[in-house]
């Protein structure tokens, strides 16, 4: 069983970055799809925003992210992270990391079996 926590969350002005980090303990994330979603305020579904493969050589953007915002893994440290560049008030939401054993990026929040209990980010001046 793999416990995943995130953390790096906070309340940024618009332009401004954040790092999230995604932490896993219990066994090796090594073989796992990981994946960060987000649930804006008022939303009752959690939207997808990047996937990365085992290995770190694949990765996938939702497309309003793609640009400001990169993922990415250190499995030596069991952890997976996501650095947001120029961050606007629409990326306002509680972000979460998912896992899921497998090869193939995954897009959907159903296709992921673990999930932390997320981190609140806030963008506003």
């Known amino acids: 069983q793999v416990l995943l926590v995130e953390s790096g969350g906070g309340l940024v002005q618009p332009g401004g970055s954040l790092k999230l980090a995604c932490a896993a303990s219990g066994r090796t994330i090594s073989g796992d799809v990981m994946g960060w979603f987000r649930q804006a305020p008022g939303e009752h579904r959690r939207r997808f925003v990047a996937s990365i493969s085992p290995s770190g050589g694949n990765t996938h953007y939702t497309d309003s992210v793609k640009g400001r915002f990169t993922i990415s893994r250190d499995n030596a440290k069991n952890t997976a992270y996501l650095q947001m560049n120029d961050l606007i008030p629409e990326d306002t939401a509680v972000y979460y990391c998912?896992?899921?054993?497998?090869?193939?990026?995954?897009?959907?929040?159903?296709?992921?079996?673990?999930w932390g209990l997320g981190t609140q980010v806030t963008v506003s001046s």
């Open positions: 998912a896992g899921h054993r497998g090869l193939s990026l995954l897009l959907h929040a159903d296709e992921y079996n673990t």
